[in-house]
């Protein structure tokens, strides 16, 4: 278990859609990074945040957003969703520090049919 | 652009005899180096590391090479256990001065099956 949590699991939605998914980081960890996990690839940094503010943006849609609450929980929102956004969206967290290890959620497998 | 390469989707190797899995990567500013296991519907678990000052890094059967001219590193497991079969992901960050961390840079994966 690596302390961070991901909710929801599995989530099942139609083209069109909007959904969120929501992050909690290790205790006391205040860096969250989104990273996107299509069939077969590895994983694409989508967005982090450090204690609040965006920090580093990589391959992330207009059509999605995030955002880290005061109590530094996570959401990552996905709106207008097409067949090509099902996929595993992991979350990780970190102290902040740069040579930090980074520890993932379980994830949270998205399908839009 | 793939900055970091897996060019081997699968390997397998017999229980007890050596893993090595391979990783090259492109970008010169990438400066710590860490090696995932995953398995089947859970989140990439941290296997060990290594920063771009040193060559070799070990932790238990987990060894962790890296030839920064040739931009390659390696993970060496010995020996291999059936429970280390499972996808390992390679992944590079840059910028280890960044107060608020980096971002991770991650190949493709290697699915490793260790038969008994």
């Known amino acids: 278990d690596s302390g961070v949590t991901q909710t929801p699991k599995h989530l099942i939605t139609a083209t069109g859609q909007r959904v969120t998914l929501r992050c909690s980081p290790r205790?006391?960890?205040?860096?969250v990074y989104w990273y996107q996990q299509s069939l077969d690839q590895g994983l694409q940094f989508l967005i982090q945040?450090?204690?609040?503010?965006?920090?580093a943006k990589g391959n992330i849609l207009e059509r999605f957003s995030a955002q880290q609450f005061p109590d530094l929980h996570s959401e990552l929102n996905l709106s207008s969703l097409e067949l090509g956004d099902s996929a595993l969206y992991f979350c990780?967290?970190?102290?902040?520090?740069?040579?930090?290890?980074?520890?993932f959620g379980p994830g949270t497998r998205l399908t839009v049919l | 652009d793939q900055q970091v390469k897996q060019n081997s989707p699968s390997l397998s190797v017999q229980e007890g005899r050596i893993s090595i899995l391979n990783c090259d990567y492109t970008?010169?500013?990438?400066?710590?180096f860490l090696w995932y296991k995953k398995y089947p519907a859970e989140g990439p678990t941290f296997l060990i590391s290594?920063?771009?000052?040193?060559d070799k890094n070990e932790d238990g059967r987990f060894t962790v090479f890296l030839n920064k001219s040739a931009k390659h590193l390696s993970l060496h497991i010995v020996p291999s256990q059936p429970g280390d079969s499972a996808v390992y992901f390679c992944?590079?960050?840059?910028?280890?001065?960044?107060?608020?961390?980096?971002?991770?840079?991650f190949g493709e994966g290697t699915q490793l099956t260790v038969n008994p």
């Open positions: 990780a967290s970190t102290s902040g520090g740069g040579t930090d290890t980074q520890y």
């Open positions: 205790s006391g960890d205040l860096s």
């Open positions: 945040y450090y204690n609040g503010e965006e920090r």
């Open positions: 970008n010169s500013m990438f400066d710590y």
């Open positions: 290594i920063s771009s000052i040193k």
């Open positions: 992944a590079a960050s840059a910028g280890t001065g960044e107060t608020s961390g980096s971002r991770l840079t």
